[in-house]
């Protein structure tokens, strides 16, 4: 599963940085992965299925239960 920085999630959301982060914060949005001590990433399928979700016209509520399942399903990854 391929990751993306920064900058390939904000192209491939097409928002700016500050709202990015506000998703996080609002739950309408798959936080990063640490990579390093300075370095994030997000897997490029969660970030397609955010993308997916907003194109389809999901709610907001639809969208964090979406965020919520997506972050679950990181733990089940072996």
Known sequence: MPLLRLPSVLQ??????TTLYE?????????????????????????QACNDAI???SDTEE????????VQGRSLLK
């Not at 491939?12 to 940085?17: D, E, K």
């Not at 998703?23 to 970030?47: C, H, M, Q, Y």
């Open 12 to 17: 491939a959301t097409g928002v700016g940085r």
């Open 63 to 70: 969208i964090k239960v979406l965020v919520a399942r997506l």
């Open 23 to 47: 998703r996080i914060k609002d739950g309408l949005f798959t936080p990063p992965i640490k990579l390093g001590a300075r370095a994030s990433a997000w897997p490029a399928n969660e970030v």
């Open 55 to 57: 194109i389809k016209g």
